[in-house]
């Protein structure tokens, strides 16, 4: 990785030291989607660094409106994988798009750790009570799996936000509430490889 400080500031929380250095154009522009993990194990305090990312997101009206599961256990890593095989034969056949069937989904084997996002529309902030609104739980989300991905990057890793299954299915492997949403899926990992293969 070019740039370290990002995973440094991180690591150590000395945001004011080197104020200013940040190249966030080029931790933006770097980060790529990845679909081939390495199986090597991810270290807790690597994921608490990338969690803690997480939570530098905006949140509407000061409630933080996210849950992170974090997932290594081979055996609920293999459900979701089988799930998302399921959940891509249903996108087959009523999308119609023919590239899915060549789209392949053992990204979801060989990945070390998943981070499910979980939303709660409890904690939406204050367009819940205007029209048309509700929406700021997913926001706040999107920002904190934005977060995730660019300090997981600067940290040498590959991610994926993966968003193929189905919500209730998905409650039942992870045991969510019914009042709450998974937002994503963030797969993460070692990678030899430097993104690629956009579906
Ligand atoms: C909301 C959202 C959902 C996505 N879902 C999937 C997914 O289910 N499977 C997948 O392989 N990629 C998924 N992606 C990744 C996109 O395919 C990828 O970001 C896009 O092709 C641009 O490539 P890049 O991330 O390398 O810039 C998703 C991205 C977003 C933002």
Redesign the pocket.
């Given at each position: 990785m070019k740039s370290t400080f990002l995973s440094y500031i991180l690591l150590h929380g000395e945001y004011d030291k080197r104020r200013g250095e940040i190249d966030v154009f080029e931790a933006i522009k770097g980060?790529?989607?990845?679909?081939r993990f390495l199986p090597e194990a991810i270290g807790n305090d690597v994921i608490e660094t990338i969690l803690e990312a997480a939570v530098w997101a905006p949140f509407p009206a000061n409630q933080q409106s996210w849950e992170f599961i974090v997932i290594r256990d081979k055996g609920v890593i293999g459900k979701i994988y089988s799930h998302?095989e399921v959940c891509k034969k249903i996108l087959f056949e009523k999308s119609g798009w023919k590239w899915i069937d060549t789209?392949s989904?053992s990204?979801l084997r060989e990945v070390p750790v998943i981070i499910a996002v979980v939303g709660d529309p409890e904690k939406t902030g204050a367009d819940r009570f205007l029209e048309g609104g509700g929406l700021g739980y997913h926001h706040a989300c999107?920002a904190a799996?934005q977060n995730m991905?660019l300090a997981a990057h600067e940290l040498g890793l590959g991610t994926?936000?993966?968003?193929?299954?189905d919500q209730d299915v998905t409650r039942e492997i992870l045991g969510i509430d019914l009042s709450k949403e998974t937002?994503?899926?963030i797969c993460l990992g070692k990678t030899d490889v430097d993104?690629?293969q956009?579906?």
């Open positions: 980060r790529r989607s990845c679909r998302a789209y989904l990204v999107a799996i991905l994926l936000c993966d968003t193929l299954f937002i994503a899926m993104s690629v956009t579906p």
